[in-house]
């Protein structure tokens, strides 16, 4: 007679455990036409909204916007794949003077959101700003037309802006690469004569191509969805595009024609970070499980110092800086924390983040637990589906989640009105519920992948054992797995939350009138040139932004 392990050795890798029921597959459909139903809207406004605006777009918009884009998105790539490459390569691989402290410090700048960074940048380089008056002081020149200095406010500043706080992406793939791949490696090329110049160059740099893919996909998402920093520096991208033409030029459909173009980069995008992640996968399979503990090479003279200043000054730039500005106004505007105006935006934060976060860890948890319960061609395209949202920008997003919440509201309304004889007015568009629509499709990947990610911790004879002792799958999984679950749920729950509370580019274009957020707070008061009044609220959420950034520097303390 055959031993339950045996049994239990012999159930092919993925087969059902037995524990699914026939609605989990109509839920995870479900999940997955949520993050549809915007893009499928986008699509049919483009079609449908006629091509009278057409024209002028593409003679004077889009041209010049997607040239725009493409500089961005192409300069800002190159200087964040170097930063990233060389302060991992640096922490990994040598020793010098805080490297430990900087090993974690790297991960700080993601904290700090791409538009509160312009706002700080262009307080530090206007005319008025410290430095400009430091080099009016030193040499004695009045005014402007006296000395020459580059404007921060040019696709060169959006450029320093969004590279350094984008850049961890980067960094995080990279050092991971470097450590468990890289190491190994070099140490070999080392016995047979290979100088530390020619390692970096020739094995370990090819060795971390899919992960510097992987990163550089990432920053190319954010710098299309970012719109706070571009609107603020001046530079046209096709993000700002859209809101222009949607808010100032009150055309919808030209908007949804705009984003329809950047579907197209989407999509280039994510095709390439999942051939990405398919090489790194293959890549990690030709390694040992165990990362290998090399000695460091130690470096000294000058070159310790460089390493170190060279690693320093990213941390400087993307985080200190502007959390010391936005510190400094903050701590003069204390008062501002009894302002009913900061604590309805603060009371509106926390109630969109808190719904999305809910929203979303219900939704992830039902794709992780069907792919878990029985993997199906079904399940992996509508997990596949589901996680489309995080790389469409927030102002592509707002328009599809707009079009068909507003249709609901008016037929819901003129039901109301046809029967009982009341207007039931805008219930979705009108209230938060549409930030919170767009922020669970936008972020509805980061809790299933975190759900999914605490799910292969547990071993699937857990749900067997269950079954074996009498227990259903429902009791299994509110007795067994749910609070095996927690930490992996709080977790998901926390990111989404943060991540929510520092969304702009969705929430801005959504907001209901007199409905403010802490985020579309601080872009209205830099909006009319008070970044001093925009501080506390600011700091707020870049406090709020640090506590996962320190719980993946606590993480990286553990490893070698």
């Not at 719904?355 to 509508?382: E, K, Q």
Request: hydrophobic share 55%.
């Amino acid at each position: 007679m055959q031993s339950t392990s045996q049994i239990l050795k012999r159930r092919p890798t993925g087969a059902k455990t037995g524990l699914s029921h026939p609605l989990l597959a109509v839920w995870a459909g479900g999940a997955s036409l949520i993050v549809l139903m915007p893009i499928l809207a986008i699509a049919w406004l483009a079609i449908s909204g006629g091509g009278s605006d057409w024209p002028h777009l593409m003679q004077n918009v889009i041209p010049r916007a997607t040239i725009r884009t493409l500089l961005l998105i192409a300069f800002t790539g190159m200087t964040t794949a170097v930063v990233g490459i060389v302060t991992a390569w640096l922490v990994a691989s040598c020793e010098f003077p805080l490297r430990r402290f900087l090993s974690a410090a790297l991960v700080l700048p993601l904290a700090i959101p791409a538009y509160l960074a312009a706002y700080a940048f262009g307080e530090l380089f206007t005319f008025t700003g410290p430095v400009q008056g430091l080099i009016r002081a030193i040499f004695g020149f009045k005014t402007s037309r006296d000395y020459w200095f580059p404007d921060i406010r040019s696709l060169g500043g959006a450029v320093l802006v969004l590279s350094s706080v984008l850049y961890p992406y980067i960094y995080l793939a990279c050092r991971s690469m470097f450590l468990m791949q890289g190491r190994a490696a070099a140490d070999v090329a080392r016995t047979l004569g290979a100088g530390p110049l020619k390692v970096f160059f020739r094995i370990q740099i090819p060795m971390a191509r899919p992960a510097i893919m992987i990163g550089l996909t990432l920053v190319a998402m954010e710098t299309l969805n970012d719109i706070g920093a571009v609107e603020f520096l001046g530079v046209q991208t096709l993000t700002f595009s859209i809101f222009d033409t949607w808010l100032n030029r009150g055309s919808l459909a030209g908007a949804a024609q705009i984003a329809c173009i950047m579907l197209v980069f989407v999509i280039g995008l994510m095709m390439i970070e999942r051939a990405a992640r398919r090489r790194q996968r293959f890549s990690s399979q030709k390694t040992t499980s165990a990362v290998h503990d090399a000695t460091r090479l130690p470096l000294s003279g000058w070159k310790k110092w460089a390493a170190t200043i060279a690693c320093l000054l990213p941390v400087l730039s993307g985080f200190a800086v502007p959390f010391l500005i936005l510190g400094n106004y903050a701590l003069k505007r204390l008062d501002q924390f009894i302002e009913p105006r900061l604590l309805n935006a603060l009371f509106h934060s926390i109630l969109v983040s808190g719904a999305t976060a809910l929203v979303t860890v219900l939704l992830g948890f039902v794709l992780a637990y069907a792919a878990r319960t029985g993997r199906s061609r079904f399940t992996d395209t509508a997990g596949r589906l589901a996680s489309f949202g995080y790389g469409v920008p927030g102002t592509v997003l707002a328009i599809g989640v707009l079009f068909p919440l507003a249709a609901l509201d008016n037929l819901v309304d003129a039901g109301f009105r046809s029967t009982l004889g009341i207007s039931t007015g805008l219930l979705m568009t009108g209230t938060g519920f549409a930030i919170i629509y767009a922020c669970t499709v936008r972020f509805l990947t980061m809790a299933e992948g975190t759900l999914e990610a605490g799910f292969q911790k547990l071993s699937p004879h857990l749900d067997m054992a269950a079954r074996a002792l009498g227990r259903t799958g429902g009791q299994t999984l509110r007795t067994v797995l749910l609070p095996m679950m927690r930490p992996a749920v709080l977790t998901a729950a926390l990111l989404v939350f943060i991540e929510t509370m520092k969304e702009l580019s969705a929430t801005i274009m959504l907001r209901p009138f007199n409905f403010n957020t802490l985020a579309t707070l601080v872009y209205e008061d830099a909006s009319r040139a008070k970044v001093e009044d925009a501080s506390v609220a600011a700091m707020i959420i870049v406090v709020a932004g640090m506590i996962p950034v320190i719980l993946v520097s606590r993480s990286m303390e553990r490893r070698p």
